[in-house]
């Protein structure tokens, strides 16, 4: 039966039910209304009537009474009896025919001095209402009427008649009505139904028409809403499971789900990626088939261990190990999840498998880095720390007990300014507030300060620290390194005092380059040594003799030097320079805690080492060198190489001079003696260049005597080649050096000097290129004769005929010692077939001869153009 049906039938049952409600309603109401006038109409015809036969009872006149109850119940059919009675039961007057009945009074449940009703059964059975009223105030006599119910019965059923007919008529209209209200309204959900049922098989684009603005029309029009909002709800889920599908089908993580026999009842294809299978060879599989049984074992004691939890669903993350296809075994990590029904029970399993395979290594390598750092931790010498923000240590390697006496166990827990004084902590607090501000430019703090150990003892110390800050800039911890830095103060201490020393050696070692004077010298080192603050007082004794000082000089004396120096000298020594003077050790070391009673400077020494150091070279003892230091620096063996050397520096200066003094007597002998052979060497150039120039007259006058042209020439040609060798002298004699002379200058003079002997009017220009390159005598005179023969013969035959030419002369010297000497002309060239290894001539042969011979070098001869003679020798082999 369809809905409609249903609904219409409802209503006219409901209705039916409502009419007969309506109909026993007021069918009730109207019997208790006609009952209440029927009640009143009666009670006063007995009131009434009682008026009437109140005097008649007064007058005892009990027939008049008779009678009128008589009539009464003659005139009106709904009277059945009437009776007067008294208060004492007597009888007045009555309407019965056999006879009053005494129940009667009975039955009355009036009592006697009220008025009132009451419903009784006569004996027939007829319902009468009894109604009694006092005859008259103060008579005790009581009138009773009992009037018929019947035409109250028949009054009630004429109404419930007329009732029924006006429900009826009723009832009719409202199911009239009812289907015309039924056919608007169910029309309506009719669509709504039928949409609902399109929209159910996914018709989300199906839509009702709105026909009223009533509530049905609320309704559809919220129908539509919803089944357009389904529509984007729809199109939106659509389009998320389709992210959600290529989000799960482009993962690398293997996404599964599981039944609870342990059966794959879905996978994504990250799988087939991980482990070599498909999706379709992985779904139907069953996890024992992909993994270990211990794994196994473990796997299931998680699943039961999460379905006993039940309020704590949360899943479980935990790492195990799946076979590849190939049987492999690879580490993964598991992501699952149980899921659970309505009821509680557990449904299926779901989850997600990665391979963390890379993971596990970089975990490997990061335990052995773990472990290498914390060796490291525990095993440096350094202390490394971690502090919160309240300045309470929360951690510190064992290395703190080796530098301050703490275990760590002793030091977690204490706070920074509990080890360090006042004036450190309010330095670090003020790096820390300047590391804070520095924002995103956290690059630590490395400063010294000092720590107290156990024993309350001041250590100074290098920390390097560094505030941690969270992901939102906020400082939340410190940590870093403390290393214990006393040995390198000590030796930051040691090496000042050091570089001050060296400092002041290389004073002395400048002085010693420049000074020549030895008492400036001795004075200006000690000042040096005491300047650059590497001593407090320094002096140095200079002796002869071995024994005594003859020279005193010092620096750095609180009071006057010249004191010291003249008790020094004195020969009056102390002890400590007795001591030094006789032992043969070259450094004495007098250690501070020493007293020397006997000194004169005692009070300038007390409490200081002192060094002294015998001022010596290649055996010569030149005396004592002397230096105090500074009460807080001890000698160490660096130093006193140090002060050894420059002992020996001075010692060497020292030597150096006396050595300059011998040398420079010893040169004054020299340059006097040198003086004496120069003169003696150019007296000898003068007479040689004489002698020269005498035989060259000879030569000159017996040519000019010789008949013969030949004998002529070749007195002319020893002439000339005798005054070459005189122009060699000459220019020795002149000039300032006596061993080297100048070839450019030899040549311009000796060119000039054959041209003035030349015979005939050709003009001959002469061109020398000759470098200004100094020749030992040795070679200037062979190559000077060379030079003359080759002028000579260009000069005598190069011209002939003709009225100019050219002569050129180079003479040219390269660095590594290669002499090139070419003589040419323009002039009338060499005869042909000329070979100067044939030649007759004197002169030629004389070139060849010098030039391979005396010289060592090489001749190449030219004829082409004019003539040229090449020569090259090494002028380094003389």
Not at 398 to 420: N, Q, V
Request: proline share 3%; aromatic share 6%; charged share 30%.
């Amino acid at each position: 039966m369809k809905i409609k049906y249903k609904v219409n039938l409802l209503i006219v049952i409901l209705k039916v039910i409502m009419a007969l409600l309506i109909v026993v309603s007021v069918n009730f109401v109207a019997g208790q209304v006609l009952e209440e006038e029927m009640q009143e109409k009666d009670l006063a015809i007995t009131e009434l009537l009682a008026s009437e036969i109140a005097n008649p009872l007064l007058g005892e006149d009990g027939l008049r009474v008779q009678e009128i109850i008589d009539d009464l119940k003659r005139q009106n059919a709904d009277v059945r009896y009437a009776y007067v009675v008294g208060f004492d039961g007597t009888v007045v007057a009555h309407t019965f025919k056999d006879g009053f009945p005494v129940e009667l009074i009975t039955a009355n449940q009036i009592p006697s001095g009220e008025d009132g009703a009451i419903q009784i059964l006569s004996a027939e059975g007829e319902s009468i209402q009894d109604v009694g009223v006092r005859v008259l105030e103060g008579m005790d006599a009581k009138i009773h009427i009992g009037f018929s119910r019947a035409r109250l019965f028949e009054a009630i059923a004429r109404t419930t008649d007329t009732i029924l007919i006006i429900a009826a008529l009723v009832l009719l209209f409202g199911i009239l009505l009812n289907s015309f209200l039924m056919q608007r309204m169910i029309k309506p959900i009719e669509a709504l139904v039928e949409g609902t049922k399109r929209v159910s098989d996914g018709d989300f684009d199906f839509q009702i028409d709105v026909t009223s603005r009533d509530e049905i029309g609320t309704l559809t029009e919220s129908f539509n809403l919803m089944t357009a909002e389904r529509k984007q709800e729809e199109e939106v889920l659509q389009e998320s499971e389709e992210r959600y599908r290529l989000l799960t089908d482009n993962t690398l993580d293997v996404i599964w789900k599981m039944d609870f026999n342990l059966e794959f009842t879905y996978s994504n294809p990250a799988v087939f990626d991980m482990l070599g299978f498909t999706p379709e060879e992985w779904i139907g599989s069953k996890l024992p088939e992909h993994c270990s049984p211990e794994e196994m074992q473990k796997i299931q004691s998680l699943i039961t261990h999460e379905i006993e939890n039940p309020k704590k669903h949360t899943g479980v993350v935990f790492e195990t190990s799946f076979f590849t296809k190939n049987g492999e075994e690879i580490p993964c990590e598991i992501n699952a999840i149980i899921l659970f029904d309505e009821n509680g029970r557990p449904t299926e399993l779901q989850g997600s498998t990665r391979d963390i395979t890379e993971r596990k290594r970089a975990e490997e390598v990061l335990l052995e880095s773990e472990e290498r750092y914390r060796l490291l931790a525990e095993n440096t010498l350094d202390v490394i720390w971690k502090m919160d923000l309240n300045l309470e240590f929360t951690y510190s390697n064992p290395a703190i007990y080796d530098m301050l006496g703490f275990t760590p166990e002793e030091w977690i827990g204490t706070r920074l300014p509990e080890h360090c004084p006042p004036e450190e902590m309010q330095k670090m607090q003020r790096l820390m507030t300047q590391e804070i501000e520095k924002q995103k430019k956290h690059t630590g703090a490395v400063f010294e300060s000092i720590f107290f150990n156990k024993n309350g003892e001041g250590i100074p110390c290098e920390v390097n620290a560094r505030i941690l800050f969270d992901e939102n800039g906020r400082p939340i911890s410190m940590q870093g390194t403390t290393r214990d830095i006393t040995e390198r103060k000590a030796a930051e201490a040691h090496i000042k005092h050091l570089n001050s020393v060296l400092e002041a050696i290389r004073n002395v070692n400048q002085l010693i380059l420049v000074e020549k004077d030895r008492d400036t010298l001795l004075q200006e080192a000690c000042d040096a040594l005491v300047k650059a603050r590497g001593y407090d007082v320094a002096w140095l004794g200079f002796s002869e003799d071995g024994e005594t000082f003859a020279m005193v000089k010092g620096s750095g004396f609180p009071e006057d030097v010249s004191r010291f120096c003249e008790y020094m000298m004195s020969g009056d020594y102390p002890p400590c320079i007795r001591d030094a003077l006789a032992r043969k050790d070259p450094l004495v070391v007098m250690d501070k805690s020493e007293e020397c009673g006997d000194c004169f400077f005692e009070s300038v020494c007390r409490g200081k080492e002192a060094a002294i150091i015998h001022v010596e070279h290649a055996g010569r003892f030149f005396g004592l060198l002397a230096v105090l230091l500074a009460p807080d620096v001890s000698i160490d063996e660096e130093e006193k190489g140090i002060l050894a050397e420059v002992a020996g520096d001075i010692a060497f200066a020292l030597h150096n001079m006396e050595l300059e003094e011998v040398r420079k007597q010893a040169e004054d002998q020299i340059k006097a003696s040198l003086k004496e052979k120069e003169v003696l060497l150019r007296e000898i150039h003068h007479r040689v260049k004489n002698n020269l120039q005498v035989i060259s007259s000879l030569l000159d006058m017996q040519a000019r005597n010789a008949k013969d042209k030949d004998v002529k020439d070749a007195l002319s040609e020893s002439m000339n080649r005798i005054m070459a060798m005189s122009l060699i002298h000459s220019q020795l004699y002149e000039g300032s050096d006596l061993s080297e002379i100048n070839m450019k200058v030899f040549v311009n003079r000796l060119l000039g000097q054959l041209q003035s002997y030349q015979v005939g009017d050709a003009r001959i220009a002469s061109v020398v290129r000759v470098d200004d390159y100094p020749f030992p005598i040795a070679v200037a005179v062979p190559v000077g004769l060379v030079i003359n023969e080759l002028l000579s013969n260009a000069l005598k035959h190069a011209f002939t005929g003709r009225g100019e030419g050219k002569i050129e002369v180079s003479l040219t010297a390269s660095e590594s010692g290669m002499i090139n000497l070419r003589v040419s002309d323009d002039g009338v060239g060499l005869p042909p077939g000329f070979d100067i290894n044939k030649s007759k001539t004197l002169g030629l042969r004389l070139v060849k001869i010098i030039t391979e011979d005396q010289l060592r070098g090489t001749l190449e001869v030219a004829g082409d153009c004019g003539a040229t003679f090449n020569i090259e020798f090494d002028i380094t082999d003389y």
